[in-house]
C-alpha cells in the first residue's frame, strides 16, 4: 500500500468535502481560464453586434481587456494561497475538534494531566513571585547596591554580631571613614498625636539629617527635606509626613504644609510631604518622619549603649570590603581610645539586601529548592502521563498513517493535543497562580520585608508553563511519533494490545516513576522534619505563662511626666485600677515585654571580686519591673524572693537574677545576700542579690538563653512602660475596660498595642509556622503527583497485560497470584525510589540546618515515618488496579485475542 | 466609449461590484455591462481589474460564486451578494455619500469664491 490519500484527483465535491480535501490547484487554473474566457467571448459577441467581423471583434475584446495571461497568473495565485490558508485552517480546525474528542473520551487522563500542569504551575509560580519579591527584586532606590546596614559586632564579647550602636561610635566612624558618600541613622518611636479627633498614638521615625535625602535620596514630593539646623538638639519640632498618613489623617490637603501637629504634647511643624512611592525598607509602619536632634555630645545613648541603627551610603567606586576594612581599622582606633567602653567591639558592615532578608534567606532558599522539586515532579508526571498514552496508541496512529496520513500531518496533531492540555492546565495554572500568591502574600508572617510589593511574576510564568510544555512535548511526542513511524504490520498486528513502545516505553515509565518516589521522598523529609521542629520549638519552656495574659504599652510623656515622682505615682495608680478590674487576678509593669526581641543591656561588677579586665566586661540584659509581674506573666522563683511593694527608691538597693546568670557567675555558691553594682565603678551602688527566677524568653522561642536580672521599677522608672494584666477574661473584651480605666486617670494618654500574650508568642512563631506550612503544601502536592504517576504507570501496565493474565488464569492462576504479580511490580518501584529518596534526602536536608529546632537533618524517626506513609500510599494506588487485574475474566480476554 | 470615460477610484469598483450583485446574481461580464449601463457609460470598468476584485470579494465571503449555465447555454460562473456582503455595501454607501457631499460641498464654496 502506498502512503498517497486514497481519494485523489477528480473526485465528486461530496468526496472531497466527506474527506475534508481542499480543491485542487490544478482546478483552479482550469476555472480562472474558463471565467476569463466566457467573457472574452460575451465581449466579443457585442462587438461583433455593433458590427465589428469576428475577427476584428475578438481582437478588439481582447485589446480591451489588457493583459489577459498577466491577471489570470496573479489570480491563480492569489487563489491558491487563500485555499493554502483555508486547507491549514481546515487542518487545525480538525485536529483541535479530533484533540478535544481524545480528551473528553479520556476524562481520567485528561484531568489528571490538566491537574498536573496547572498544580506545577501554579504552586511554583506563586512561590518563587514571593521569593523574588523578597530577595531578588531591586530596591526602590537610586544605586541600591551602595547601600550599607552598620551594626556593632559584639562577638568578641560573646554577644550578637549585628547589635544595635550608639551616637558616639556612630559620629566617630561617620567623621573619620572615608568609604562613605552619607551616613545616616534612624529609630524610631511612637508618639501621642492630639488635636486631630481622639488621642491616638502614631509611629514617627527618627533620623539624622542626610539619611532620607543623602542615603536613601527621596526628595519631598511637597514643601521640602530636614535643613541642618532642624537636627539639632533643642531645635524646634518639624515633620515631614508619608504619603499615607497626609491622606489618611489629613485627607491629602496640600495646604497643611506649615502647618502644625501636636505630638506628645509639643508641637510640630509639617515641612513636607514624602513621594507616594517612598517605601523605606527599615520603620516601613512610619507616618511621619523628624530629625533625631541628637548630638555627639549629648549623654543619651552613648558610648557603650545600644540604641542606633546605622546606613550608610558606599562613596562611588568603593566596595562594600574596601569601607570593612577601612571600618575595622576605625574601630581598633576607638578601642585603644575608649578601652571601657569600646574594647572587643566591632563594626559589622552588611549589604542593605542581605541585611534585610538575612533571617529569611534559609528558608527562601529551601522553598525555592522546593520550587524546584515540584517542577520536576510535575513535568515527569505530565511526561509520564503522555508517554503512557503515546504507547497505547501506537495502533491508532499506525492506522491513520496507512490511511495516508503524513509524519507531518501525525505530529500536528499530537502537537495539537499537546498544546490543548497545556493550554487549559496553564490557564487553570495561572488562575491558582494569582490566588496562591494572594495566599501566601496573606498568611506571611508580619514584618516580613517587602512584602507587600509581590505580585505573580509574568516571567515565572511562563517559565513554568515552558518547561512543562516542553518536558510534556520531549517525552510525549518523540515516542509516539516512533510507534507510528514503525512499520504498519506489526502494529495492527499487536491489534488491541497496542503495546507499541514496548520495553523501552516500559523502562522509560519506571525510571519517572522512581525518581518521582524519590523526589517526592526528599520534599516529605523536609516537611517532615520542620513539622517536628516547629512542635518541638511550641513545646519549649517559655519560662513565663502566656495563657491568659494581656499586655499594653504607656508612654508618658516628658511634658506631664518629666521625674521619678510622677512617674511611679501614675503607675501605682494604674497598677491598683487595673487591679480592680473584675476578673483580673495579676497586675504588673515591666519595660521589656519578653519574645518582642527589644531590651536593654549594661555591665556589672561583682562586690568583693576583681573588676573584669577591659573588653571582658561582664554583661547583662535588664528590665525595671513592678512587684506584681512575676505573678502577671508566670514566671517562676527558683530561689529567695521576688521583688516587694516595700523595694522602694527608699529602701536599700535589690535585684533578682535570672538562672543563667547565677549559673555562669554563682557557680558554687548562692548568689543570694552577694552584691553587684550596674553601670560604671566609679560610684557605685550595689545591689543585693534577692532571688533567682526561671530564664525568660525575650529573643525569640529558639534563642539561646541570654543572662538577665530585674530591678524594682520603684528603683528606677522609666518613661516608657508595658502593664501585663493576667485575667480569665476574653482579652478583647478586656481591652475597652483597660482603655476606659487609664482614661480616668489621664485622659491623653494613649495606650498602645493592646495584644494578649498568647498572640505575641504565635508572632515569634510566625515566620516557623510559615515555612512549615508552606514545604508542607509542597510535600502534599509532590505525593499527590507522584501517587498519580505510580497508579497511571501500574493500571496501565496492568491493562496491556490483561490478555497474558487471562492466559494465567486460564492456566489456574488464582486472583492473589495475579495480585501479588502486579504489587511486586509495583514494590520494586517504589523500593528504588524511596532508597533514592532517602539518599537525596540526606544530601539535601542538610542544609535545612538553620530552620531546624531540637531534630537531626537525618532524623531516622522522619526518615522511617516518610518512608513508611510512601510505601503505603503507594501500597494503595497499586492496589486499585491489581484487585482489577486479579477479576479478569480469563475468557472474554483470550476471545478478544 | 471615448476616452473621456472616467477611470475608477480606487475601492470604488468594490463598491460597485457590490451594487451591480444587490440586483441580483450575475457573472463577471454582466457584472461590466450593468455598471457601464447604471453609470451612461460614464464610468470605465478595467476588465482587467475586475475578476480579481471579484475573486478577492469571494475570498472574503462578500460574495459567494458557484458554477451555472448562462442565459446561451454556455458555464459561466455567477456571482450572488451574501448576507455579509449586503451589510458591506450598506455600510459603503453610506461612507461613499458623506464623503461625496463633503467634497461636492468644499469644491462648491471654492466656486462661489
Known amino acids: 500500500m502506498t502512503r498517497r490519500p486514497f481519494p485523489s484527483g477528480d473526485e465528486d465535491p461530496r468526496t472531497r468535502r466527506a474527506f475534508r480535501m481542499p480543491p485542487e490547484a490544478r482546478g483552479l487554473e482550469d476555472e480562472v481560464d474558463e471565467e476569463l474566457r466566457f467573457h472574452l467571448a460575451r465581449k466579443a459577441e457585442r462587438l461583433m453586434r455593433e458590427g465589428m467581423s469576428e475577427q476584428e471583434a475578438r481582437a478588439e475584446a481582447l485589446r480591451r481587456f489588457g493583459d489577459v495571461d498577466l491577471v489570470k497568473e496573479r489570480m491563480t495565485r492569489e487563489g491558491a494561497m487563500e485555499m493554502k490558508r483555508l486547507a491549514w485552517w481546515d487542518r487545525l480546525r480538525q485536529d483541535v475538534r479530533y484533540a478535544l474528542r481524545q480528551m473528553v473520551r479520556n476524562p481520567g487522563f485528561t484531568v489528571v494531566t490538566v491537574l498536573t500542569v496547572a498544580l506545577g504551575i501554579g504552586a511554583t509560580t506563586s512561590i518563587f513571585s514571593v521569593v523574588d519579591g523578597i530577595l531578588f527584586r531591586p530596591l526602590p532606590f537610586p544605586n541600591p547596591g551602595q547601600l550599607t546596614v552598620v551594626w556593632a559586632d559584639m562577638t568578641r564579647r560573646g554577644g550578637p554580631v549585628d547589635e544595635w550602636t550608639n551616637f558616639a561610635d556612630y559620629y566617630d566612624l561617620k567623621e573619620r571613614a572615608h568609604s562613605f558618600q552619607a551616613m545616616g541613622a534612624w529609630g524610631g518611636d511612637p508618639l501621642t498625636l492630639t488635636g486631630h479627633g481622639d488621642p491616638q498614638d502614631i509611629t514617627v521615625g527618627l533620623v539624622t539629617r542626610g539619611t532620607l535625602s543623602d542615603v536613601l535620596r527621596v526628595t519631598p514630593s511637597l514643601g521640602r527635606g530636614f535643613s541642618a539646623e532642624e537636627d539639632v538638639p533643642g531645635a524646634p519640632g518639624v515633620v515631614l509626613l508619608t504619603d499615607g498618613f497626609w491622606r489618611r489623617a489629613l485627607g491629602g490637603d496640600p495646604s497643611v504644609v506649615g502647618e502644625s501637629l501636636t505630638l506628645n504634647d509639643a508641637p510640630y511643624t509639617i515641612i513636607g510631604v514624602l513621594p507616594a512611592d517612598f517605601d523605606p525598607p527599615f520603620m516601613t509602619n512610619a507616618d511621619v518622619w523628624s530629625p533625631m536632634r541628637v548630638s555627639a555630645a549629648d549623654n543619651f545613648c552613648g558610648r557603650g549603649n545600644a540604641c542606633l541603627h546605622v546606613i550608610a551610603r558606599l562613596s562611588d567606586g568603593v566596595t562594600l570590603d574596601a569601607a570593612r576594612v577601612e571600618a575595622t581599622d576605625i574601630a581598633r582606633q576607638l578601642e585603644r581610645e575608649h578601652p571601657q567602653a569600646n574594647a572587643n567591639v566591632g563594626f559589622t558592615l552588611r549589604s542593605f539586601r542581605d541585611d534585610m532578608v538575612a533571617d529569611a534567606r534559609t528558608a527562601l532558599l529551601v522553598l525555592l529548592g522546593a520550587v524546584v522539586f515540584v517542577l520536576l515532579i510535575a513535568c515527569v508526571n505530565v511526561a509520564n502521563l503522555l508517554l503512557a498514552r503515546a504507547s497505547s496508541r501506537g495502533t491508532e496512529l499506525g492506522v491513520r498513517a496507512a490511511l495516508g496520513a503524513g509524519r507531518r500531518r501525525l505530529t500536528g496533531q499530537l502537537l495539537t493535543e499537546s498544546a490543548l492540555l497545556a493550554l487549559v492546565g496553564g490557564g487553570l495554572g495561572m488562575a491558582l497562580a494569582r490566588i496562591g500568591t494572594a495566599f501566601l502574600v496573606r498568611i506571611a508572617p508580619a514584618g516580613t520585608p517587602r512584602i507587600e510589593g509581590v505580585h505573580v511574576d509574568g516571567r515565572v510564568l511562563g517559565f513554568a508553563i515552558g518547561i512543562i510544555a516542553v518536558s510534556g512535548l520531549l517525552f510525549g511526542l518523540g515516542p509516539s511519533l516512533r510507534s507510528a513511524r514503525r512499520d504498519l504490520t506489526s502494529a495492527l498486528r499487536e491489534g488491541g494490545r497496542g503495546s507499541a513502545g514496548g520495553v523501552r516505553g516500559m523502562r522509560a515509565r519506571n525510571v519517572l516513576v522512581s525518581g518521582q518516589v524519590a523526589l517526592a521522598m526528599v520534599l516529605l523529609v523536609g516537611s517532615g522534619l520542620l513539622v517536628r521542629s516547629f512542635q518541638n520549638l511550641r513545646a519549649r519552656d517559655l519560662g513565663f505563662q502566656p495563657g491568659g495574659v494581656v499586655t499594653l504599652q504607656l508612654g508618658m510623656p516628658q511634658s506631664r511626666y518629666p521625674d521619678a515622682n510622677t512617674r511611679r505615682a501614675f503607675l501605682h495608680d494604674v497598677e491598683a485600677r487595673l487591679g480592680a478590674i473584675p476578673g483580673v487576678d495579676a497586675v504588673g509593669g515591666t519595660s521589656w515585654l519578653p519574645l518582642t526581641g527589644f531590651g536593654s543591656d549594661a555591665t556589672f561588677n561583682i562586690q568583693g571580686r576583681p573588676l573584669p579586665p577591659p573588653g571582658q566586661n561582664h554583661a547583662v540584659w535588664f528590665r525595671r519591673v513592678t512587684p506584681g509581674y512575676r505573678a502577671a506573666m508566670g514566671i517562676r522563683l527558683q530561689a529567695g524572693r521576688w521583688l516587694t511593694v516595700g523595694d522602694d527608691e527608699t529602701a536599700p538597693p535589690v535585684v533578682v537574677i535570672n538562672e543563667g546568670m547565677a549559673r555562669r557567675y554563682f557557680p558554687d555558691e548562692s548568689p543570694l545576700g552577694k552584691r553587684i553594682n550596674l553601670g560604671g565603678p566609679d560610684r557605685p551602688t550595689w545591689r543585693e542579690i534577692v532571688g533567682v527566677v526561671a530564664e525568660a524568653r525575650y529573643f525569640g522561642v529558639r534563642g539561646d538563653s541570654r543572662d538577665a536580672l530585674y530591678l524594682p521599677y520603684d528603683q528606677a522608672p522609666s518613661p516608657t512602660v508595658f502593664l501585663v494584666l493576667r485575667s480569665t477574661r476574653d482579652p478583647a473584651a478586656l481591652a475597652g475596660e483597660i482603655r476606659g480605666t487609664v482614661a480616668e486617670i489621664d485622659p491623653s494618654m494613649a495606650v498602645a498595642e493592646i495584644r494578649s500574650m498568647e498572640s505575641i508568642v504565635a508572632d515569634a512563631l510566625g515566620p516557623d509556622r510559615f515555612v512549615t506550612l508552606l514545604i508542607g503544601l509542597f510535600a502534599a502536592v509532590a505525593l499527590a503527583l507522584a501517587v498519580v504517576g505510580l497508579y497511571g504507570v501500574v493500571s496501565y501496565g496492568v491493562g496491556q497485560r490483561l490478555s497474558e493474565m487471562g492466559v494465567r488464569m486460564a492456566l489456574g492462576a488464582e486472583g492473589a497470584d495475579i495480585r501479588r504479580l502486579v504489587l511486586r511490580q509495583s514494590s520494586t518501584l517504589v523500593l528504588f525510589g524511596l532508597a533514592l529518596g532517602v539518599a537525596g534526602a540526606t544530601a539535601v536536608t542538610r542544609m535545612m540546618k538553620n530552620l531546624l529546632f531540637g531534630v537531626n537533618a537525618t532524623d531516622p524517626w522522619t526518615f522511617g515515618v516518610v518512608a513508611l506513609l510512601l510505601a503505603v500510599v503507594a501500597l494503595v494506588a497499586s492496589a486499585v488496579p491489581a484487585l482489577r487485574a486479579s477479576r479478569v475474566d480469563p475468557i472474554r480476554v483470550l476471545r478478544t485475542e | ?113
Request: proline share 1%; no cysteine.
Open chain 2, 1 to 113: 466609449m471615448g476616452d473621456d470615460n472616467l477611470g475608477l477610484l480606487r475601492g470604488t469598483l468594490d463598491l460597485l461590484i457590490l451594487k451591480a450583485l444587490a440586483t441580483g446574481e450575475k457573472h463577471g461580464y454582466a457584472v461590466s455591462e450593468w455598471i457601464e449601463a447604471a453609470t451612461d457609460g460614464s464610468l470605465l470598468v478595467e476588465e482587467g481589474t475586475l475578476y480579481p476584485a471579484l475573486h478577492r470579494l469571494a475570498r472574503k465571503r462578500l460574495i459567494g460564486a458557484t458554477w451555472g449555465v448562462s442565459e446561451n447555454n454556455r458555464r459561466a460562473k455567477y456571482y450572488t451578494l451574501t448576507a455579509a456582503g449586503q451589510k458591506q455595501l450598506e455600510e459603503e454607501t453610506t461612507t461613499w455619500r458623506r464623503y461625496s457631499d463633503a467634497v461636492e460641498k468644499a469644491l462648491a464654496e471654492g466656486g462661489a469664491g
